[in-house]
C-alpha cells in the first residue's frame, strides 16, 4: 500500500480512514523547507494544509507522488501546473468549509456594522465609551457580493434574513438564476457605486489580484465597507488603509492578507478596521470535514479511481447518468490497446443518453486504461492526456444523443480496429459488444483471447480444447460473425493470462486467421 506524508494538523477520522485502507500515514508536522525535501522522497500522497509550499522543487523530489491534497479550498501555495506536468493530482476539500466561512463573513459583517471588537476592547481596558462607537443597522443596506458561488450564495441568503438588499458581480452566473435569488446581477463599477457594504467571494487568480484597488475604491460609494474572507491580495491593503483615512471608505472587515501569517499591515492600526488571522475555515466542523474530505479524495486518487474534487483533470465533475460508465471505458481503453498496438489516432464516440452529458471524464478513464496497459509509467487521470500529445496520438471524441443498438454506447477506433461496449440491466453489468466489425456479448474480463477463423463448423470446439489442455479455464466465451459472414470471431474471457505457446498452438490450427490476447 502507499506511503501518505501528512505535514500539517489533520482530523484523525480522515487519516484514520486512510489506515484502514491500509496505508501508511507518515505524519510530520513543522518541517522546514529542506526537511520537506527530504520527507517527501518515496511518498505517494501529501496532505497539507495552507502553511506548506508544495513547490516544483518539492514536486520534483517526490518521484512517487500520485496526489497532492490540500484539506481546505484555496491552493495558493500549491504550484499546480508544475504538478500537472509530471501527471501529480492535485486535490481539495472546496465543500468542507463554505457553511463556516459564510457565518465568518456575516459574523465579520456584523461586527464591523456595529463596532463589536473596538467596543470590547476599550471596555476591557477600562473605558466606557459608549457614544464612540455608533454603529449602523444592515436593514434596508444595500449589500454587494462579489463572486456568487457556494459561499457568496449562502451569505445572499443570511443578508436576506437582515432585510439587505443584494447586488452581485459574477460573470459566470446567469442573470436568471441570481433574479431567482432576488438578486440584482451588476457590473463591478456599478456594484461599488450601490453598496453599503462589499462582501468578497472570488478565488485568487491573475485576473482576481489586485481587483479592488485605489481606482475602484475612488468609484465605490462614500461611506462603503469592505468585508474579505476570500483570499488575501484581492484587496489592496495600502490603498484601502488611504481610503479609510481619508473617510470615503467607512471601514473595513479582513479575514485574510496578502502575506500570511502577518502581524503587520497598514490596516491594523485603523480604529475602522475589523481584523481575524484567517479563521474562516477555524470551525470543529469544517475541520472535520476536511480532513474526512481530503482523506476520501486522497484514498480515490490512490486506487485509480475516479476523484470529484481534482483541480487539474480537464473535465467537470462526472454526472450519475456518466459515472457508471467510468470504469466500462478504462476497460475499453485497455482492452483496445492490446488489440491494436501502437496507433496514430483515437476516434472515441459516445451515443445515446450519455452523449447529452459532459463525456470529458470518460475520455480520460479511456485514455487512462489504454496507456496504462502499454506505459510502464504510472498512469493518471492528470497525466494520460499528456502521454498521448508526447507519444503523437491525436484524440477525437464526438457525441450524439441517437444509438440504434443500445441504449449508450461508447466505441473507440484506431488504425484497423474498433471495440465497443456499453452497461447493461439494472445491475449496471459491463458489456463488450463489438471488436472490429463482430458484435459480440460478454463482460470485459482481466484476461481476453480473440480469436479469427473461418465461418466453419468445429472451430469452437478446437480452440476450447487446446486451451483446456494447458490448464486455462474458460470463464466466458461469445462467437460474433462479421457483417459480410464470411469470417467468424470468438472472444474468450480466461481466468489468467494466456500463455504465448498456447497461442501459438491456435494460430497452428488451419482454418484459424489470427490470435490476440486483450
Known sequence: MARILVTEPIAEGGLDRLR????????????????????????????????????????????????????????????????????????????SNILSAAEHTMALLLAQARNVPQAHAALVSGRWERSRWTGVELADKTLGIVGLGRIGKLVAQR????????????????????????????????????????????????????????????????????????????????????????????GAALDVFDTEPTTESPLFGLPEVVVTPHLGASTHEAQDKAGDTIAEMVGLALAGEFVPFAVNVNAAEASETVRPFLSVAERLGSLFAGLAGS??????????????????????????????????????????????????????????????????????????????GTIVGLEGEPRLVMVDDHRVDLPPAGHMLVVRNDDRPGMIGKVGTIVGEAGVNIADMDVGQSTSGASAMMVVATSEPVPPAVCEALRAVEGIVSVDTL
Open 20 to 95: 484502514a485502507a491500509g496505508h501508511t500515514v507518515d505524519v510530520q508536522e513543522g518541517l522546514s523547507p529542506a526537511e520537506l525535501l527530504e520527507a517527501v522522497v518515496g511518498a505517494h500522497a501529501l496532505i497539507i494544509r495552507s502553511a506548506t509550499q508544495v513547490d516544483a522543487q518539492v514536486l520534483a523530489a517526490g518521484t512517487d507522488l500520485v496526489v497532492v491534497g490540500r484539506a481546505g479550498i484555496g491552493l495558493d501555495n500549491v504550484d499546480t501546473a508544475a504538478a500537472t506536468d509530471r501527471g501529480v493530482m492535485v486535490v481539495n476539500a472546496p465543500q
Open 159 to 250: 443578508a436576506m434574513a437582515f432585510g439587505m438588499r443584494l447586488v452581485a458581480y459574477d460573470p459566470f452566473v446567469a442573470p436568471e438564476m441570481a433574479r431567482r435569488m432576488n438578486i440584482e446581477l451588476v457590473d463591478l463599477d456599478t456594484l461599488l457605486a450601490t453598496s453599503d457594504f462589499v462582501t468578497l467571494h472570488v478565488a485568487k487568480t491573475p485576473e482576481t489580484v489586485g481587483l479592488i484597488d485605489a481606482d475602484r475604491l475612488a468609484k465605490a460609494k462614500q461611506g462603503i465597507r469592505i468585508v474579505n474572507v476570500a483570499r488575501g491580495g484581492i484587496v489592496v491593503e495600502a490603498d484601502l488603509a488611504d481610503a479609510i483615512r481619508s473617510g470615503h471608505v467607512g
Open 343 to 420: 496507433v496514430q489516432a483515437l476516434e472515441i464516440s459516445y451515443e445515446g443518453e450519455i452523449g447529452g452529458y459532459d463525456t470529458r471524464i470518460l475520455t480520460l478513464s479511456l485514455l487512462k486504461g489504454f496507456f496504462g496497459r502499454i506505459s510502464d509509467d504510472p498512469v493518471s487521470y492528470v497525466n494520460a492526456p499528456k502521454m498521448a500529445d508526447e507519444r503523437g496520438i491525436v484524440v477525437t471524441e464526438t457525441t450524439t444523443t441517437t444509438s440504434h443498438h443500445f441504449v449508450n454506447l461508447i466505441t473507440v477506433k484506431g488504425g484497423e480496429h474498433a471495440i465497443a
